[in-house]
Nanobody, 123 residues
Framework: QVQLVESGGGLVQAGGSLRLSCAASGRTFSSYVMGWFRQAPGKEREFVVAISRSGSLTRYSDSAKGRLIISRDNAKNTVYLQMNSLKPEDTAVYYC????????????????WGQGTQVTVSS
């Protein structure tokens, strides 16, 4: 089992940057694909980006390409999301999640979820 704790959210102006972190418990972090999802008020949870176990493969949503960068440090049991050129439409609760299977954009492929961190982008 993996426990995930996100941090780094906050309020930022449009065009600004934030770096989210997700710390995982346990010694098997490197055996999981890690993903970031987000959920805005009144909307379904949506995929943002995912990274393979080694970090060599990534998958981005169209809205994330060119602005958001995922990375992981298996020695620190942590996955990061660098968010640049933020837009008001990026406002949401951001969740990290762990999957035992292949890299995927599907919510139902991820078994473990953090509690989320709020990101608010003002115009």
């Amino acid at each position: 089992q993996v426990q995930l704790v996100e941090s780094g959210g906050g309020l930022v102006q449009a065009g600004g940057s934030l770096r989210l972190s997700c710390a995982a418990s346990g010694r098997t972090f490197s055996s999981y694909v890690m993903g970031w999802f987000r959920q805005a008020p009144g909307k379904e949870r949506e995929f943002v980006v995912a990274i393979s176990r080694s970090g060599s493969l990534t998958r981005y949503s169209d809205s994330a390409k060119g602005r958001l960068i995922i990375s992981r440090d298996n020695a620190k049991n942590t996955v990061y999301l660098q968010m640049n050129s933020l837009k008001p439409e990026d406002t949401a609760v951001y969740y990290c999640a762990a999957a035992a299977g292949d890299i995927s954009s599907r919510v139902d492929r991820y078994s473990y979820w953090g509690q989320g961190t709020q990101v608010t982008v003002s115009s």
